[in-house]
Nanobody
Framework: QVQLVESGGGLAQPGGSLRLSCAAS????????MGWFRQAPGKERELVAR????????FYVNSVKGRFTISRDNAKNTVYLQMNSLKPEDTAVYYC???????????????WGQGTQVTVSS
């Protein structure tokens, strides 16, 4: 049974940091591209960052470039999203996703996590 379990969300002040983790099980994690999506109230879900199976390729949406870093530890079956210099507009539910294809991950990932709330507010 495939599971993606996110953790690390919560409340942060503007300018603060949070680190999200996503623990994967039930599939060959080291062969899958991984990504983080987010959905703010009233908005469509958007891809925030993705990383290839080998960590050789990464992508960031323009709004988080220079502030967020995606990484993975294939030995621990875990993908991370380090979020620095947080802004109120980063407030959203953040979802972890997995797909065997780095390109297909953008549109229709094979697997989704349940999401974790990130709120940036003073």
């Amino acid at each position: 049974q495939v599971q993606l379990v996110e953790s690390g969300g919560g409340l942060a002040q503007p300018g603060g940091s949070l680190r999200l983790s996503c623990a994967a099980s039930g599939f060959t994690f080291s062969s899958y591209a991984m990504g983080w999506f987010r959905q703010a109230p009233g908005k469509e879900r958007e891809l925030v960052a993705r990383i290839s199976w080998s960590s050789g390729s990464t992508f960031y949406v323009n709004s988080v470039k220079g502030r967020f870093t995606i990484s993975r530890d294939n030995a621990k079956n875990t993908v991370y999203l380090q979020m620095n210099s947080l802004k109120p507009e980063d407030t959203a539910v953040y979802y972890c996703a997995a797909d065997a294809s780095y390109s297909k991950l953008i549109r229709t990932p094979d697997y989704w996590g349940q999401g974790t709330q990130v709120t940036v507010s003073s």
